[in-house]
């Protein structure tokens, strides 16, 4: 016979979902034992509209934009081979040129980083002038919107630089430098707000399409088995890997 010295979780346990008291303790076993078998079974995973893979700038914003005009947030995975404490994106910068073949995508982006639509950001966008330098001889002494430079004015400014190896020079005044990092972290605490379910230290290992279901089941280098209606490639350089990890 059970008693409250011997048993006590059990028995307050079984108390609360019995409503018999500590009086009455088989009861209250019997009903708790059947509370535990109902609830007991394997939770059916769920099936994901949308598996990005990669949680890097690209991936953080297609997360962002995707959790917040196409699916519910719940309805989003991420998957991330880097781990929490993994520093890679701490170090990320990028020129954002207003001259360069990039002027066209540059400018459709500017009201974007300038005023970003994620809650806690602010201007991504900082103020640095552009010096561009060639060693080769190839003739080219001006470019649209820049100032020309003598290999004398870019060793005043940079004076790492071994003037003898500049042929010629250019700077763009105030082209500007976006926070990578901080567009990529801001968008991934959002999604994550949204619902979106981040994975991270794990790395796709195979994915393969079934076409009866039309989901893609997907397997980590972890184990982790997963189901998503359709994949976003986002592994950047990695990208051509996780195609072939694809099968296509």
């Known amino acids: 016979m059970l008693s409250m010295q011997s048993h006590p979780s059990l028995i ?12 009455s303790i088989l009861p209250s076993l019997h009903l708790t034992a059947r509370f535990i078998a109902a609830r007991g079974g394997k939770k059916k995973p769920p099936v ?9 700038t690209a991936g953080s914003c297609v997360a962002f934009e995707a959790s917040n005009k196409v699916f519910s947030g719940n309805k989003i995975a991420v998957l991330e081979r880097a781990t929490k404490g993994d520093t890679n994106y701490d170090r990320i910068s990028m020129p954002y040129p207003m ?22 950001l602010s201007s991504l966008l900082e103020d640095r002038d552009t010096i561009y330098i060639t060693s080769s001889d190839s003739g080219e002494t001006e470019r649209d919107g820049m100032t020309t430079l003598t290999p004398g004015e870019v060793a005043e400014l940079v004076p790492a630089l071994r003037q003898e190896q500049i ?16 567009l990529r972290n801001g968008c991934l605490a959002a999604a994550k707000v949204c619902g979106v379910s981040l994975f991270t230290g794990k790395e796709l290992e195979s994915a393969k399409r079934d076409e009866q279901q039309q989901v893609w089941q997907v397997t980590t280098t972890r184990g ?24 296509l």
């Not at 307050?12 to 009086?23: Q, T, V």
């Not at 001259?99 to 806690?120: C, D, I, N, Q, Y």
């Not at 042929?167 to 901080?182: C, L, M, S």
């Open 12 to 23: 307050a346990f079984g108390g609360l979902f019995s409503g018999f008291g500590k009086r």
């Open 48 to 56: 994901y509209e949308c598996l990005i893979i990669g949680a890097g």
């Open 99 to 120: 001259s360069m073949g990039e002027r066209t995508l540059a400018k459709a982006s500017h009201t974007f980083l300038e005023l970003p639509p994620v809650k806690g």
């Open 167 to 182: 042929k010629a020079a250019w700077i763009e005044k105030r082209t500007g430098e976006f926070n990578a990092v901080g």
């Open 224 to 247: 982790d088995r997963l189901s998503a209606r359709r994949i976003v490639n986002a592994a950047g350089p990695d990208a051509d890997e996780v195609s072939i990890r694809c099968g």
